[in-house]
């Protein structure tokens, strides 16, 4: 409904501007051409024509018709407050106000002997700052910030990122109507939606130079959070909270959950559209067509195992003597490994075993400290049903160690469907791959849209997510696939990096004293600053980056000298 009401309000501003075209002694006729239309009113405001391409930008395009709107108010002499906000917030009608009114009449803007110092000096530039910063977080680069230590060590909780969204294909948005810079929530609130669904596009993007590869980091919207409850929104989804604690009334705004010992209100139920989705970051260890299996903690992708990513952590039980040994706070900071991901296994009077979160290299390192005596990898035995991994059935008794095997569906793949692997496939096909659709069980038959089906072609690519923080990872071992339409961009620039306090709660702290501390010792991680993603880890940019600024400085400094002495020479 949203889309036909929208539809109509952009008709009617095609109306409006055919006899604006008239009053304004152009061709009427060229006001029907969409951006051709617009690339002339650029003339008729004595604004940039190039703005009319802005035009062809979901969502940007909205704030683009409040700022013709805006001047093309003033162009008709209608330029008190009341008209220019009108005309600003209400273009769609405004422009068949100031078309179809024949009182009012064309004057353009060369009576206005100088430009509104307001709009000059602020509004303009605040705009198109707006709509270029816009366009260039929507379809080329956009910054975010890892949140969890899924892929720790080698993105890690604290990294300011920029993501290349060319690389795959920019997605368009498809709900437009949002406020800029903000993903699915308003700044400074908890829960308030930033966005409106009462226009939305279908999934579309632009053709990109790559699909996603074996190995590679990429970023995408989580596919399990197309319904969230607003209170635990940002720590899981609807439907994780359902398996882990089977509550039955979490759509109130007075249900409060128990989640890792705090109490939050769960708040109303909401679904989301694809692209407002939460972002997550990982790695893509199964492209389309591969058969996966896990088997005791090893990854096979096609029966071949795979090496396992350079800072990839697992638990570990180390068995250490207390008289020895001091675990402490301190302890855990000089090994790097997060107190949030450690704890007590089993205590004695002599000796103790702590299960630690880390990589091998610094497991390899306990080993050889006084104190240590066991140092082993924790894996949970074949066999070993956990309900928490997909897909959520006792057919499958897969865990986080010993998974599958599974075949990722791949466009154009056709497999066989049935009601024992359709727990398998059921969200793929009544949510992802093609639209919105009832799947059903009716027997031993298994109902799509109430018609018997016995198998299926997919229609798109799907790819599976792995964190290299094994133990410690909400994947795709816990939701399943990723659909190729979910996939956002690949990290590839590290700017800034600095630890969290809540793990590293002794170097981790203190912001100013750590400005003379080194990464080890201090909240900031100097050796991640300013570094390329590459395949094989980060790769310093610190050197180009600052002969990159000196050449800025240096040529602005130039600059000024040069036209200082040529203003002195006349």
């Given at each position: 409904?949203?889309?036909?009401?929208?539809?109509i309000?952009?008709?009617?501003?095609f109306?409006?501007?055919?006899?604006?075209f008239e009053k304004?002694g152009?061709?009427a006729?060229?006001?029907?051409?969409?951006?051709?239309n617009?690339w002339l009113?650029?003339?008729i405001i004595?604004r940039p024509?190039?703005?009319g391409l802005i035009?062809?930008?979901?969502g940007?395009?909205?704030?683009m018709y409040?700022?013709?709107g805006f001047?093309l108010a003033?162009?008709?002499?209608?330029?008190?407050?009341n008209?220019l906000?009108?005309a600003a917030?209400?273009?769609?009608l405004y422009?068949?106000?100031?078309?179809?009114?024949?009182d009012?009449?064309f004057?353009?803007?060369?009576?206005?002997?100088?430009e509104s110092?307001f709009?000059k000096n602020?509004?303009?530039?605040?705009?198109?700052?707006?709509v270029a910063?816009?366009i260039?977080?929507?379809?080329f680069f956009?910054?975010?910030?890892i949140?969890?230590?899924?892929?720790?060590?080698?993105?890690?909780?604290g990294?300011?990122?920029?993501?290349?969204?060319?690389c795959y294909g920019a997605?368009?948005?498809?709900?437009p109507?949002a406020?800029?810079f903000?993903?699915h929530?308003?700044?400074?609130?908890?829960?308030?939606q930033s966005y409106?669904?009462w226009?939305k596009?279908p999934?579309?993007?632009?053709?990109g130079?790559?699909k996603?590869?074996?190995?590679?980091?990429?970023?995408?919207n989580?596919?399990?959070?197309?319904?969230?409850t607003?209170?635990?929104q940002?720590y899981t989804s609807y439907y994780?909270?359902?398996?882990r604690?089977?509550?039955?009334?979490?759509?109130n705004?007075?249900f409060t959950?128990?989640l890792?010992?705090?109490?939050?209100?769960?708040?109303k139920?909401?679904g989301r559209?694809?692209d407002k989705r939460?972002?997550?970051?990982k790695?893509?260890?199964?492209?389309?067509?591969?058969?996966?299996?896990?088997k005791?903690g090893?990854?096979?992708i096609?029966d071949?195992?795979q090496?396992m990513?350079?800072h990839?952590?697992?638990?570990?039980?180390?068995?250490v003597?207390?008289?020895?040994l001091?675990?402490?706070?301190?302890f855990?900071d000089?090994h790097d490994?997060?107190v949030t991901e450690?704890?007590?296994?089993?205590?004695g009077?002599?000796?103790?075993?702590?299960?630690?979160?880390?990589?091998?290299?610094v497991?390899?390192q306990?080993?050889?400290?006084?104190g240590?005596?066991?140092?082993e990898k924790y894996?949970e035995?074949?066999?070993?049903?956990?309900s928490s991994?997909?897909?959520?059935?006792?057919?499958f008794?897969w865990?986080?160690?010993?998974f599958g095997p599974?075949?990722?569906?791949k466009?154009g793949?056709?497999?066989?469907i049935?009601t024992?692997?359709?727990?398998?496939?059921e969200?793929m096909?009544n949510?992802?791959?093609?639209?919105?659709?009832?799947v059903?069980k009716?027997?031993a038959?298994v109902?799509?849209?109430g018609k018997?089906?016995?198998?299926?072609?997919?229609?798109?690519d799907?790819?599976?997510?792995?964190g290299d923080?094994?133990h410690n990872?909400?994947?795709?071992?816990?939701w399943?696939v990723?659909?190729?339409?979910?996939?956002v961009?690949?990290p590839?620039?590290?700017?800034?990096?600095?630890?969290?306090?809540?793990?590293?709660?002794?170097?981790?702290?203190?912001?100013?004293?750590?400005?003379?501390?080194?990464?080890k010792d201090?909240?900031f991680r100097?050796e991640?600053?300013?570094c390329y993603?590459?395949?094989?880890?980060?790769?310093?940019?610190k050197?180009?980056?600052?002969?990159i600024?000196?050449l800025?400085f240096?040529?602005?400094?130039?600059d000024k000298k040069?036209k200082?002495?040529?203003v002195?020479?006349?």
């Amino acid at each position: 409904m949203g889309n036909i009401i929208f539809l109509i309000l952009v008709l009617i501003s095609f109306a409006g501007l055919y006899k604006i075209f008239e009053k304004a002694g152009l061709p009427a006729w060229k006001a029907l051409i969409p951006v051709y239309n617009f690339w002339l009113v650029g003339g008729i405001i004595n604004r940039p024509k190039w703005w009319g391409l802005i035009m062809i930008v979901p969502g940007v395009n909205l704030i683009m018709y409040g700022v013709y709107g805006f001047h093309l108010a003033r162009a008709f002499k209608k330029r008190m407050n009341n008209d220019l906000i009108a005309a600003a917030l209400m273009p769609y009608l405004y422009f068949a106000y100031l078309g179809f009114n024949k009182d009012i009449k064309f004057f353009g803007v060369s009576d206005i002997k100088s430009e509104s110092s307001f709009i000059k000096n602020w509004a303009d530039p605040i705009i198109f700052a707006v709509v270029a910063a816009s366009i260039i977080r929507g379809f080329f680069f956009e910054a975010f910030t890892i949140p969890t230590s899924s892929l720790e060590k080698s993105l890690m909780v604290g990294d300011f990122l920029f993501v290349n969204k060319v690389c795959y294909g920019a997605k368009v948005p498809q709900t437009p109507m949002a406020f800029p810079f903000a993903h699915h929530t308003l700044p400074f609130t908890t829960g308030t939606q930033s966005y409106l669904e009462w226009l939305k596009l279908p999934y579309m993007r632009l053709p990109g130079y790559s699909k996603p590869k074996n190995g590679e980091i990429v970023v995408f919207n989580y596919p399990d959070g197309d319904t969230v409850t607003i209170g635990t929104q940002q720590y899981t989804s609807y439907y994780e909270m359902v398996r882990r604690f089977g509550y039955t009334n979490m759509n109130n705004p007075n249900f409060t959950v128990d989640l890792g010992g705090m109490s939050i209100k769960n708040g109303k139920k909401v679904g989301r559209p694809v692209d407002k989705r939460e972002h997550y970051v990982k790695r893509c260890v199964g492209i389309a067509g591969d058969k996966l299996e896990i088997k005791d903690g090893e990854l096979y992708i096609n029966d071949k195992k795979q090496a396992m990513p350079e800072h990839a952590q697992h638990f570990y039980d180390v068995k250490v003597l207390n008289s020895l040994l001091q675990v402490d706070e301190l302890f855990l900071d000089k090994h790097d490994i997060y107190v949030t991901e450690a704890y007590v296994k089993k205590s004695g009077d002599d000796t103790t075993i702590y299960s630690f979160n880390m990589p091998a290299d610094v497991a390899l390192q306990l080993q050889n400290t006084p104190g240590v005596l066991k140092v082993e990898k924790y894996i949970e035995p074949k066999g070993e049903y956990s309900s928490s991994i997909f897909p959520h059935n006792a057919k499958f008794p897969w865990n986080n160690d010993n998974f599958g095997p599974i075949t990722l569906p791949k466009e154009g793949m056709t497999v066989s469907i049935d009601t024992n692997n359709l727990c398998i496939y059921e969200k793929m096909l009544n949510t992802y791959d093609n639209g919105i659709h009832q799947v059903t069980k009716s027997g031993a038959q298994v109902l799509y849209d109430g018609k018997p089906i016995t198998s299926y072609t997919f229609k798109q690519d799907y790819y599976w997510m792995m964190g290299d923080n094994r133990h410690n990872s909400a994947d795709s071992r816990s939701w399943g696939v990723v659909p190729f339409d979910h996939v956002v961009g690949r990290p590839v620039f590290v700017w800034f990096s600095m630890k969290d306090p809540k793990n590293n709660p002794i170097s981790g702290t203190s912001i100013l004293g750590s400005l003379t501390k080194n990464s080890k010792d201090g909240k900031f991680r100097w050796e991640r600053f300013m570094c390329y993603v590459g395949e094989d880890g980060l790769v310093s940019w610190k050197i180009p980056v600052a002969i990159i600024v000196i050449l800025i400085f240096g040529y602005n400094y130039w600059d000024k000298k040069r036209k200082a002495k040529s203003v002195t020479k006349k």
